[in-house]
């Protein structure tokens, strides 16, 4: 498999991390129905919602390459709140970590959770949230050994099928599994 690199996405990258996104999305929810996806990349992963949070100074996205093509991609937000989660240091959101499968396993997951960590952690010590779908077991089991936790639930639309989610939170963003 060809070396990635990592980097900050930039507004150009939209369409690239757009037909990325389209691909990997359906993976995690293949009991959704098809419209319900369809409708879902059009309103959430279109090049020009992309481009809304490559330009959004909150957000910073990071972009993995092979040979020049997107193998993975994260969105964080450096202050983020969120009605159920804590609120004083505001939290950072980690969403949208996205691979591709043939990537799964090769440590590059890590490598984008560790870069992140040390985004949001270069702001100061902060609690960091995200929401994953609640049946995936696989992506739950990683964010658990980075040290989230599940504190709660909500609904997630896809198109109009509504999904559980969990909101699982870290209490501090460290570069270490174990927040040191």
């Not at 440590?107 to 929401?131: F, H, K, M």
């Not at 639309?157 to 989610?165: E, N």
Request: proline share 8%.
């Amino acid at each position: 498999m060809t070396p990635t690199s990592i980097r900050t996405a930039n507004p150009f990258d939209a369409d690239a991390l757009s037909l990325f996104a389209a691909s990997v999305f359906p993976l995690g929810c293949p009991q959704t129905a098809p419209a319900d996806l369809t409708a879902y990349i059009a309103a959430e992963l279109s090049p020009q919602r992309l481009r809304a949070l490559l330009e959004d100074r909150n957000i910073t996205v990071l972009i993995a390459e092979s040979s020049q093509c997107v193998v993975a991609y994260m969105v964080v937000a450096k202050h983020s709140p969120h009605a159920n989660l804590p609120t004083a240091p505001i939290p950072a959101e980690f969403r949208k970590l996205y691979v591709d499968p043939a990537y799964h396993g090769t440590g590059l997951s890590d490598a984008l959770i560790q870069l992140a960590l040390s985004i949001v952690g270069a702001e100061g010590p902060r609690p960091v949230w995200l929401s994953v779908f609640s049946e995936n077991p696989r992506a739950i089991a990683f964010y658990k050994k980075w040290g989230f936790q599940i504190v709660g639930s909500q609904e997630f639309l896809v198109g109009t099928d509504s999904q559980k989610d969990f909101l699982m939170l870290r209490a501090i963003a460290a570069g270490s599994p174990t927040g040191s």
